[in-house]
C-alpha cells in the first residue's frame, strides 16, 4: 500500500512564499512522474507543475517564475517553492504520484494522490 501526504500550505499575504512538501511512503520500488496540482473553488483542477524521475519539469503558464517544482528521490519526496504569490493562487494544492510497486517479476506503475493541502492568499 502506497500513501502520499502533503503538507505546507496556509495563509500567506500576497508578494508572499509558500514551501509545499509530498512525501510518499509505503511499498514502493520506484516512482516516475511527480506532479502538483490545484483546484480553486468552482473550478475544475488544474495540473501546476510536473518533475520526472531525472528532473525534467514543466510548469502552467500562471505560474512560471514564480513557482519551482523539485524532488529528492531518495526521500520520495516533492516539494513546490511558491514565490510572489497572488490571490488567484488561492486554491487547495495535490500531489500527484507515478509509484511504481509490486514484486520485480510484475510490476505496476499506479496514479496516487494526496488528500490536499489548502493554500489561501490574501490581498
Known amino acids: 500500500q502506497v500513501q502520499v501526504v502533503e503538507s505546507g500550505g496556509g495563509l500567506v499575504q500576497a508578494g508572499g512564499s509558500l514551501r509545499l512538501s509530498c512525501a510518499a511512503s509505503g511499498s514502493i520500488f520506484g516512482i516516475n512522474d511527480m506532479a502538483w496540482y490545484r483546484q480553486a473553488p468552482g473550478k475544475q483542477r488544474e495540473l501546476v507543475a510536473t518533475i520526472t524521475r531525472g528532473g525534467s519539469t514543466n510548469y502552467a503558464d500562471s505560474v512560471k517564475g514564480r513557482f519551482t517544482i523539485s524532488r529528492d528521490n531518495a526521500k520520495n519526496t516533492v516539494y513546490l517553492q511558491m514565490n510572489s504569490l497572488k490571490p488567484e493562487d488561492t486554491a487547495v494544492y495535490y500531489c500527484?504520484?507515478?509509484?511504481?510497486?509490486?514484486?520485480?517479476?510484475?510490476?505496476?506503475?499506479?496514479?496516487?494522490w494526496g488528500q490536499g493541502t489548502q493554500v489561501t492568499v490574501s490581498s
Open positions: 500527484n504520484a507515478r509509484v511504481v510497486t509490486g514484486p520485480i517479476i510484475q510490476l505496476m506503475e499506479g496514479d496516487y
